[in-house]
């Protein structure tokens, strides 16, 4: 039963554009999500994240956004750079059990010039 | 220095065999974590460790028997695996427990094959 998906194994942008990526969940517990990236060969790497009591998280060129009602999150990457190409994960906990983190299955995004 | 770190980079292991991977920080955090990656799939969480105590056991196999021998190293013991186990497993570390709550560090892993 996988509780966080990532319904679009791929996906592809020019450079200068936005890329969308987007994420579902079931639990209706999780209140807490996070976007991690991962290059080939590396751990992944934390990029941000959002409370459930906000709907929206800015930082630089990413921004999250939380729809609770749709149980759906969407990270946006503006403008989308080349080294931006890896693979995204989206990633939910709850209050029941703060040490646990769920991953959704990845989306591998690509940036061409 | 924020950088977790993990040795081996890839192991070959016989289903007889014992062996053990290491995962290494010195950010001073008190939380770390075993994660299993199957190739196409996503992290699965094996156990947690909060202040060098098990905390969390996702009804892992005994074959897999993780140690904190202090707040810096995190070994993962290895014994009698099945072809199965092989894998990417992951490290991570968190400055405090609840670590879903909180950004974790992640090493590059430890590629697995098991014959």
């Known amino acids: 039963d996988q509780q966080v998906k990532q319904n679009s194994p791929s996906l592809s942008v020019q450079e200068g554009r936005i890329s969308i990526l987007n994420c579902d969940y079931t639990n209706s517990m999780f209140d807490y999500f996070l976007w991690y990236k991962k290059y080939p060969a590396e751990g992944p790497t934390f990029l941000i994240s959002i409370s459930s009591i906000k709907d929206k998280n800015e930082d630089g060129r990413f921004t999250v956004f939380l729809n609770k009602s749709a149980k759906h999150l969407s990270l946006h990457i503006v403008p989308s750079q080349p080294g931006d190409s890896a693979v995204y994960f989206c990633?939910?906990?709850?209050?029941?059990?703060?040490?646990?983190?769920?991953f959704g299955t990845g989306t591998r995004l690509q940036v061409f010039p | 220095d924020t950088e977790v770190t993990q040795t081996p980079k890839h192991l070959v292991m016989g289903m007889t065999n014992k062996k053990s991977l290491k995962c290494e920080q010195h950010m001073g955090h008190r939380a770390m974590y075993w994660y299993k990656q199957k190739a196409k799939k996503p992290p699965e969480l094996m156990f947690v460790?909060?202040?060098?105590?098990?905390?969390i056991n996702e009804s892992v196999p005994s074959r897999f028997s993780p140690e904190c021998p202090n707040s810096s190293l995190l070994n993962l013991h290895l014994h009698a695996l099945q072809p199965e186990d092989s894998a990417l497993y992951l490290c991570?570390?968190?400055?405090?427990?609840?670590?879903?709550?909180?950004?974790?560090?992640f090493g590059p892993g430890t590629r697995l094959t098991v014959l």
């Open positions: 991570a570390s968190s400055q405090a427990p609840g670590g879903g709550y909180n950004e974790q560090f």
């Open positions: 990633a939910a906990s709850a209050k029941e059990n703060t040490d646990k983190l769920i």
């Open positions: 460790y909060s202040y060098e105590k098990l905390s």
